[in-house]
């Protein structure tokens, strides 16, 4: 597989009311196409703040972040959010409740390729006969597999995924993973995954970086049967 994300010692600092604080420091990683990796820590330690970068949404003060060997932050270049091919899965799923399930699934897409498209990922996350219904009408699993059809319906390089499954409980939540991980394995989808949930860590990645202080502590491969 080739390599498809950089990062080259990055470092992330932030300006707020006591001054600059540094949220990432030295960060160096790569991730193969079609790979599932996680960020694993405690609140604070700086993991989601990698997310943030990587999507465009924090400036990188040293180092350098890569996409397909294309180059989407560093000191002097920063391309927008909507021009790295990246989509993001947040702790809520923010579906908007007006729309049915298929409508929140197009949104953002043409209108040419829509009706199509939200058909193709509703199938894919197995929602195919649940287009019609509307957030309320469908159970937190299901609107969590809704927001994941919505993130890969325009076909990202890079899927994002930020504390997906923190708003489930136990037993959802260990069902859902082992089911998003199958997703994304058939779509061939690469993948970023941050948490505190070592359970879930091992369950969903295929490799895992556990973060310490804003550092990258360790970086591990996981082996499966």
């Given at each position: 597989m080739s390599l498809l994300l950089s990062l080259d010692d990055v470092r992330v600092?932030?300006?707020?009311?006591?001054?600059?604080?540094?949220?990432?420091?030295?960060f160096t990683l790569s991730i193969e196409g079609g790979r599932i990796a996680c960020l694993l820590g405690p609140s604070g330690c700086g993991k989601t703040t990698v997310l943030r970068a990587i999507a465009g949404f924090e400036p990188v003060r040293t180092g350098a972040i890569l996409l397909g060997g294309r180059l989407l932050s560093s000191p002097t270049?920063?391309?927008?959010?909507?021009?790295?091919?990246m989509g993001m899965m947040f702790q809520e799923y923010a579906l908007?409740?007006?729309?049915?399930?298929?409508?929140?699934?197009?949104?953002?897409?043409?209108?040419?390729?829509?009706?199509?498209?939200?058909?193709?990922?509703?199938?894919?996350?197995?929602?195919?006969?649940?287009?019609?219904r509307f957030p309320h009408e469908l159970s937190g699993g299901q609107q969590q597999r809704v927001a994941l059809a919505r993130a890969l319906a325009p076909g990202p390089a890079l899927l994002l995924l930020d504390e997906p499954f923190s708003n489930l409980d136990g037993s959802t939540r260990e069902r859902l993973t082992a089911e998003v991980r199958g997703i994304l394995k058939a779509a061939g989808q690469t993948a970023m995954l941050v948490t505190h949930n070592e359970a879930e860590a091992q369950a969903m990645a295929d490799h895992i970086?556990?973060?310490?202080?804003?550092?990258?502590?360790?970086?591990?491969?996981?082996?499966?049967a």
């Open positions: 600092v932030y300006r707020g009311a006591k001054g600059r604080h540094t949220g990432v420091e030295k270049v920063h391309v927008p959010p909507e021009q790295r091919r908007f409740p007006h729309l049915n399930a298929a409508q929140n699934v197009g949104f953002g897409l043409r209108r040419a390729t829509r009706e199509v498209r939200d058909a193709e990922m509703l199938a894919l996350v197995g929602l195919q006969d649940a287009g019609e970086g556990v973060m310490h202080n804003g550092r990258l502590t360790h970086w591990d491969g996981i082996r499966r």
